[in-house]
Structure formats: C-alpha cells, structure tokens
C-alpha cells in the first residue's frame, strides 16, 4: 500500500508514473514539524532494524549509524565519512517485524540522520516545504521494493551487447590509440565489446563534435570498428562551449535555452571547455533541442552514451574566481597570519562546486527564475532524460546505450548509472558491492563501478579482482584517469588471468542478460542483500560482503591483496563454483561458514541445490555469442 | 647474521647501537647497479613469499602489491593510494623458504616497490650514495626480527599509568574543560589516566609556554590533576614562533640554532604560531638546548609529553605563499583557460610541505651545510631524541611518557610514536591493527592510533569497536580534531558500553605491561602475524584481521558497522572470550573457521590451550588497580 501526502507545491520530477491521490501533509502519520522552512520527521528504529536504500550513496547496505545528504556532488573522493555521491535517490526501507518505505519527492536537499545522533532514531529534514512524500507499507522489504518499482515505472534495458566487456580510459586521444585497445584485447584473446571515448575525442571539449585531427572521418572509423564488433561510446558533458561559431552554444544563446542569473543573463561556469552555458535542461523545449543533438552522432553510427558532469560539476565560475584573485591580490606584502593563510588557501580550494555558484543559477519554470538551489538533484537527470526521450522517439526502445553520472529516480526508465569516479582501493570493491542493491531498489538496474577504480594506480592483482565482481555488474567497464597507469587488462602481466575473468562473464551473459530483462519487467531487484531472503538468519542478516543473485545464486567477491581465498557464509547448502575461462572447479558446501580458496584468475559464485545457472561458450565479442548451445553449472 | 654493506659516507643517524664492519657495496649480493646518484636493488619474490616491514606505512601487514616510499609525511589522508605515512621505517622481512630482513640506514627517500611493477620482483631505489645496507639472515621472520632488534637497541619502555585510559581533543581550550572531561570520565565511572593538551594550551602556540588566561597557576594545577590521579600531557611541536622577546626563539636565534637558508640565514617556515625557526636538531649542542627546554614543563610536575609537526610539517613559507600570491594576482582581469585555472589552484593547493621548502632547508653537519632533502627522515626522530636524552639524564628511565608525531628507526630506545592524523573511518581500525606487528618489528613497542579517528565525525558504535582494539595497544588513546563531534566516551548515549570495553583494558593491565617489559627486554614482539606462528596454515598465512597476542593469546577486532560478531580463523583449539566489564563470556572453539558473536559492548579474545591470562579488578586510575589481586582467564 502506497500512500502520498502532499505540502506545498512541489515541482514535478518525473519520478512517479503512477498517480495517487494525496493527502494533505498535516495528516502524515509519522512525527514531524516545520521549522524555519523545513520540514522534519522522524521514525524509531528497533534495535535490530536494518535501513535500506538512498541508491548510491556511501557506506553501508545498511545505512545506519550516519548521515547522508541527498546532494548530487561531484567529489572524487568516495571515503567513509562522505555523506553524498553523485545521485540523489530519496528512497529508504525501514525493516524491522515490518518494512516501511519512504520517498521524498523533492529535488532539493534531504538530510538522512539514520541512527547517527542517536542510533534508534531516523531523523529526515526536508530543506523545503514543496515536496511529496510517499509511504510504502509491506511485510518485507522486497514487496516494498516491489511496490515503490511498479510507481516509478519499469527499469531501462540497454542493447545486448551492453552486456560486453568495456574498456575506458581519460582519454584515449586518437584513432589509433583506439586501435591499439582493440588489438591489445584481440591479440590476448580477452574478450571486448565497447571503447569509450572520454572528453578528447571532442573538439576543444565542445559536446556533439569529433576532433577531425584526432579522428578523421569519425563517420566511417565508427563504422570500421563496428565490423570488428566494437562499439565506440563518446561521453557527453552537461556544459556547452561558450564561443561564438559553435553552433550549438549560438543556438541555445540565441533561443535563451541556458541557465540564468538572477538578472535574466546567462549563468557561465568554467568546465572543461573553459566558460559553458549550462543548457536549461528541466524545461522540454531545452531537452527536446539538446536531445535531438545526439543526432549528431547517431547520423554518425554512434550507438551508445555517457552523460558526465551533470550534477553540474563546476570548476568555478568568473565571479568565485575573481574573488579568490581578489582575495589573494589584497594579501600581496602583507605578513599573513595563520587565519588569513588559511582563509587564503580555502578561497582557492573551495572554489569548485561551490554553493555561492549553485545559489546563482537559476532556472526557467513556468515563467518563473527558480534558484537551482530548489532543484539542484533533478540537473542531471533532466539531461539524461533529454538524451532518452530522444533516443526512444527516433529509435526505440533497447536500442542505446546511455548511463549518466548524476541522476534522480526516474531517470532509471531510461538510462543506467555508473557510480562515478572511484579510486583504486580495495575497499572500492566492497563500496560497489553494497552500492548494487541498493540502486536496484531505486531502480537502477544498469550500473556499475570503474573497474579497478578511475582514481589512482592500480595493481594487477586489484584489477583481477575488482572484474570478478564486475563479471556480475550489468555495465561491466574498466576506466581509469588521467595519469594513472595503463589499466587495460593487457597492461598487465599474466594476461591469461585476465581472459579467465572476462571469459566468465561472457560465458555468463546469456544468464544475466536473461535475469535482467527479468528483473526489469518484474520490477524486481537482481542483487538482494541476504538479509532480503533469510531475514532470521542472524549472519545473513548483517553480511555485506556477499549478495544474492537472481533466484538461483549468491556472490561473494574476493575483497582484499594477497589473500588466496575468503571467507564466506552460506545461510543453506550450496554449490561452490570458481569459474575461469571454461574451466570449473565445484564443491558442494553445507550452510555455515567456510574458508574457500579463489585463485586471482577465478571467479567465485555460490549456486543454491536445486538450481541451475545456463552458460554458453566464450566469445570475443557478445555478437560471436552462441547463446543457443547452453549448459548447466 | 647480520652483514653490513657501505656506500660513500653514510650519514650517522643514531639507529645502530652495535657496530658491524662494513663491507663495500660492490660485494653487495643482491641483483644492483649506481644510476643517476641512485642506488637500485631487487629481489626475487617466490609466488608464496610475504613481505613485511616498514613499520609505520600504509595498506597490509604483507607489503607486496604496492609501491611505499620512505618520506616522513603529515598528509592525513591515510587511503590505500598512499605511499608514505609520517614515519620511515626502513625495514622490510623477505619471507619465503628463508627470511632475509634489509635495513637501510639512510635518511632520504627511498622507493619500495614490492611486487607493484612486476608482483615476483621487490625493486629498492635508494636516493643517494651515502648509506649503509644490513642483510639479515634467518630462519624465520621472527629471528630476522629478533636479531635486528638487538641490533638497533632495547625499545622505550614508558612509565606504568601510560597503560591507562588516555583522552585527548584538539583542544581542550583550558582548565575548565579538562576538569569537565576528567568529571565526564569519573561520572560515568569510566576508568581514566590522561589527559592531552593541544595546541591551544600554550600562548600563541609558543612550545614550553602556558597561557595563564587559560590555565592560570598551572604548576598549581597540574599538582591537583595528579591528586585526582590524572596526567596531563602537554603537545611540543618542532618549530618555535619567530617572537623577540619570546626567550626559546632570541637564544635559537642567537645561538644560530635554527636551521638555514642556503645563504646561512635562518629559514622561516609558517606554522600553528605562525613564522617559525626550525631547531636544527641534527646537531648535539641543539639538541641539548631543546630538550633541556622541557624543564620548564617538568618542573610544573608535567611527565609525559608528545611531539608534533616534527616532519617537519609547513604549513606554507613566505617564498611558496608569496610565489602563490605573485601568480594568482598576474591572472587578475584575465579570462582564464582552463590550464591556467588548475595552475592556480595547484599553486595554493601545494603551498604546504612542498618539495620546494624543503630543498630550501639547511642544516649545520660537522660544520657544513647540508640539504634537508639529504637528511629529511630523521628531523622528527632528532626533536625526540633531544627530549628523550634530557628525560634519562634527568629523570631515569620509565619516568617520562613521550611519543612522537614522525620517527625512524632509533628513536624507538627513547620514545613511542602514535600513527598519525587518521580518519574516523572503520577502514581505520584495521589500518591500526595491521601497523601494530610492523612497528613492533622496527622496534616500536609503545604504540597506537587515534582511537575512534581523528578526522572526520565518529559514530557510537564506531568508537566502541575502534576502543576494543585499543585495549590491547600499548598507548590507548581516544583523539579527535577540531570541528568534530565530541568524542569523549561519556559523549555518546550508552556510556555504559564505553565503560564495560576501557573496564577490560583495566583488567588487562598487568598482563599488557608485563608482556610489553619483556617484549622490550628481549627484543621481542607483542603483536605478529598469524603467519609468523603458523607459517605453513594457508589460512593463517594470509589473515590480516587478527594478530598474535605475545604467547598466549590471539586477537580479532570487529571492524564493520551494523554487525553483532565476526568471521575468525583459529589456527589451533582455543577458548573464546567475550570480556565486558568484569563480566566474562566464554566459549571453547576447535581450530578452523567461525562466526562469534561479539555485542558492542565487548572485547573478544581468543586464548591457546593451557595459556591463561591474568587479569586483575578494574579501577579508575591504574594507580587503583590492585595488581596482586589476580584471578586466571
């Protein structure tokens, strides 16, 4: 049973597509008050309670014992103490003898205090008083997933192929450079279906253009890669070039489609272009211009997207500059004390994303300027939205492949998400792990993490078995930054170990593919956590290093260096599986808790008595997939 | 068997104590070459061999899959892409059939690369010419360890109530808020011993100074805090404020004490007072100086003291903050590119603890000038040296409590170290534990990290955990910074947990000290790896969640939130305890893998058969606990 309560006028965020009739807030039935503009509530928690949800988030399956914010923020830096990562997904489950679930529709702020202050308290604040609230009563907590999945509508299905084997890189910057990915996948045999183009295969950073330089007669090179079975996906950024001659910059400038100042003049940030006009994405006239864009590409025999920098990630803007300029020129000969010095470097360290910047973005909406501050978390979406509308109108459905950075529940109709820039710890691999059923409550079915993480230097070993996890992420790419050394898993020595790895999804994929589409029709969730299916099992109600897959099976990653195994719990008997390439190595395991050994080139999967999971040969691309000749694990 | 290997004119940095005749290095037996004024080495490693060591540092107990760089460091983000912490411990134990232990004796960087580049082959850069390598032959990692230790010299052994409960904040702004810290502890009747004084207790952060605004009659005070049964212990950093008339900076001054420029002129860093001198304290007659400067405290009745910012850190100098200034005001009025952006934020983001400042150091050996960069490694082990020496001369040994920020290996004989700046992270609590037994090995025995985490916001259940691996380290301190949630154990609900897990420490006390004294005496370890006691347990061999507990005992910390127990491998039968408070739950378990319960209010404990371990009432002071009264785990 769902039911909505109502304050105020909230904007509409797209993410219901079912309508309820809602009742005034004054009748919400939990403790609550406003309070200064705000609008709090909170909730007891029994001891024993678990919390699910907020999608990607950090921390925890259970989110208890802190804060988290739902701010879409640009930080690279994904360490415990965060309270926020790119997505704002207002969904939470509080599981105790029942589950009740709770969805803020509200594109602005929302402070979760879930057993932080006090840790059987879940304490909300709404930093507005517009905004829909929808209680979800079940008796577990997947029948409340079920229900919130079966409002918000069915869960985006990429093409096929998606399902592939993805390498990425900032950047590679040319032609060849792409060729060398290629040929170092094909010349040691591991798998690929996909490469991906970061922000230098543009012209100066300006979105829908091709370096000719970099990439003569993209139109045909796409089509080259095509016949070798590989699809190459360009990232889109949010900000548009400001330079006069561009013409998409001249026509959002002259049709007035960029975000304003509180003056009605354009809004300029400064991202990887230089200064941008921020396309006014929450209003249809703007997603139906910036959309239609991507024809551009898709003329071109682009098939799939990424949509970055969207929360909006801003470097600055001319007026933080100036000031932090300002700021320094003033302190030019003076002898500085500690204050000032550290006034000084916070200036220049606080002058990306900052708040004085969002504060001056405004919005179109119905007429009106709308500060950005009131819909910060629905930017992102709205740009993705763009991009899906337009690709369903002109292609249909499962037919691109499109994921963002930024987004809000809603955007999972029609785009996946991937969980941003990670770094290469370890620990990453756990952080992803958790993040999994947790989008999927929210409906993100499609995602995944940076493989081997984007951040940092990684090690082959990390690689190894950051993909072995990845083998089961629906989007399963490798991507690292900048400066970071070469992550390709031909990079790397023992390559073979590689292969094993990447084999193993693509022995997979006629599997998981098959368990998605389930999942997406059904809304269901194709990652649980334990605690879903053995609610009274006091180990599988707390594990978070393992998860249920599908109906059939649970995964336990191996997590941490220089470790030849894992320890695992099986909450029922089950059949150990450590796949590699086409080898398999089983052993059938009572419930209870084990030790079990996975070399660097296996991939571990528990597979419950009674069922079967379906594998087909390996392939080097999904489209070399004989998915009719299957056997049985 | 220890043999030495000589190149050029080492440096002497006082972490012998025994003398070996040394060989040239062109007899050196490793795999070696000169490149570039760099001396380079590299060992095979077999697939199973471990690598352990370098004490104070980064990631796992076993080294191999990361590159480490000895540079002591005050960064205080401790991620896994991190190479150095504060510390350099040159030490590292190649354990395969055999061990070899390499120590190098050299204070400039040195490049670790254990199994990073290539995972069979550690790669040694040393950044110089002049040093002495050891080679240490053994059987094992623990007679490697043992040997070594007598090498290098007995390990401080700190006065018995640094056994006690310790809290600290950044800061505790003056008398009144330590008497309501010491009121908190004594209301909640949990057990308390110190007291730490941060920065804000001295005048204008001026070292030996208290400000009599905020601790009026402090000699006065400090007397009626000892009544109470309570140490305060007052921080010392390295550099002294640049103050005339301040009496510590006039006699550096005059007495040329500080270090240089390369134009003999005092260098001038910014730091907590502001402009500082940076006491050479390289030099003997310096080192005099300072610590005889501690008198002015000890003769306030103060007995324990830890050192700080003693990389040294720098906070900016006035050629790096004018540099910053003189770009950030050429770009006034410019319309940036995006390269010039990041430029300019790079400039205020790397003012502090820049390479630049650094090479700009000087300091005085034998009458000569000499780079900072050559000698970087062992300022902060000097700074306790000199006040270690004052304290033996002064006092005798086991009077004074003292623990430094940076070290290297030597000043073990005359002090602790605690782990630095962390984070309120869980990650942290295995960081912790992992450090423990690779201190040990380079000889640090009175050791610990920030309990609960320095930076960053803690949770309740967060400093439990964190607090009931603290029982077992030496120096078991909570630490928190500035802006943070209190982190006082009677700041949280519950505080009846908090007193059950400090209780046990109490409990324990003298069976740590007595395993702490003859770890000293007999050049021994208080914490190893399970490996070094089961090496030929595959399970055992590669666990990094438990450690060896001297001869008796094995211990396993719960490191995750929201779960009610752990996964622990017993590598032989033995008795499970659960200690709270005086109460005590045990449980005989088989050897292999379980799942033990342990609620938050607990401290597990794993003990061999026929081993017991005595504990002893709990008190509130350690100068209460009845030591004869003895009863048997």
Redesign the interface.
Known sequence: MIKKYTSGSPINTGAMIKEFQGEDISRFPLVSRFDGGKFRFAQSLGKNA?VYGLGEAP??I?K????YESFCSDDP?H???KSSLYAAHNFIIISGNESLGIFIDFPARIRWDIG?T??DTCSVTVDGEDFDIYLIYGDTPLSVVKEFRAAIGQSYIPPFWAFGYQQSRWSYPDARAVDGVIEGYDNAQIPLDCVYLDIDYMESYKDFTVDENKFPNFADYVAEKRAQGIHLIPIIDAGVKKEDGYEVYDEGRKKGYFCKNADGTDFEG?V????VGFPDFLRSEVRDWFGSKYRLLTNMGIDGFWNDMNEPAI??SAKG??A???K??S??GE????GQ?FD??D???G??NSPDDYSSIYHLIDGKLVCHDRVHNIYGASMTKAAGEFFEREFGKEKILMFSRASYIGAHRTSGIWFGDN?????HILLNLKMLPSANMCGFLYCGADLGGF???A????VLRFLALGVFTPLMRNHSALGTRPQECYSF??TGDFRDIVQVRYRLIPYLYRLFRKASEENDMIFRPLSFDYPTD??AR?C?TQLMLGDEAMIAPVY??????R?V?LPEPMTFYALSGEKVRSEKLDKG???V?VALNEVPLFVKEGKQIPVCKPAMRTSLLNTEEIEFL
């Not at 990887?272 to 200064?275: E, M, R």
């Not at 002898?335 to 500690?338: G, I, T």
């Open positions: 678990i921390r925890g259970n208890r014992g802190w804060v830096f360490t415990e103490t932080y006090s840790s400064g990887w272009p230089g200064i470097f600055y500059l100036d932090a300029i300002d320094a020129s302190l030019k002898n500085l004390d500690l010095f000084l470097k200036a220049f360290a002058i990306s770094h290469s710890w370890w620990s951040n940092g230097n090690s082959a070993d990390l020595e023992n006091p180990i707390e978070e941490e260096q220089n470790v030849g195994g320890y719990y808790v084990h030790y050994p």
